[in-house]
Nanobody
Framework: QVQLVQSGGGLVQPGGSLRLSCAASGFTLDDYAIGWFRQLPGKEREGVSCIRSTNGRTYAADSVKGRFTISRDNAKNTVYLQMNNLKPEDTAVYYC?????????????????????WGQGTQVTVSS
């Protein structure tokens, strides 16, 4: 059974850091493109960052470039999202997702429509 299990998240002050984890079971994460997304109540899910399996290239939304970093630990079958210099507008439920790396657009677009397997979501709140 393909499953993505998320951990991390929580409450942090502006300027602080958090690391989200996305662990896979039932499949090897290294064979898939992995995306991170976030969503506010009543709003569409938006792409945050993505890493491809074919070449390891990473992508990030303009709103998080220079602050968020996606990485992969193949030995642990886990993908991470390191979030630094967090801002109140980063507050959201964050999701990881996986799908076959069918080409650059899966990550360059970072659209939820390109992904079929999803984690359970984790809340990130940035507030003083």
């Amino acid at each position: 059974q393909v499953q993505l299990v998320q951990s991390g998240g929580g409450l942090v002050q502006p300027g602080g850091s958090l690391r989200l984890s996305c662990a896979a079971s039932g499949f090897t994460l290294d064979d898939y493109a992995i995306g991170w997304f976030r969503q506010l109540p009543g709003k569409e899910r938006e792409g945050v960052s993505c890493i491809r399996s074919t070449n390891g290239r990473t992508y990030a939304a303009d709103s998080v470039k220079g602050r968020f970093t996606i990485s992969r630990d193949n030995a642990k079958n886990t993908v991470y999202l390191q979030m630094n210099n967090l801002k109140p507008e980063d507050t959201a439920v964050y999701y990881c997702a996986a799908d076959n790396d069918w080409g650059e657009p899966i990550c360059s677009l970072i659209t939820p429509l390109g992904f079929n397997s999803w984690g359970q979501g984790t809340q990130v709140t940035v507030s003083s």
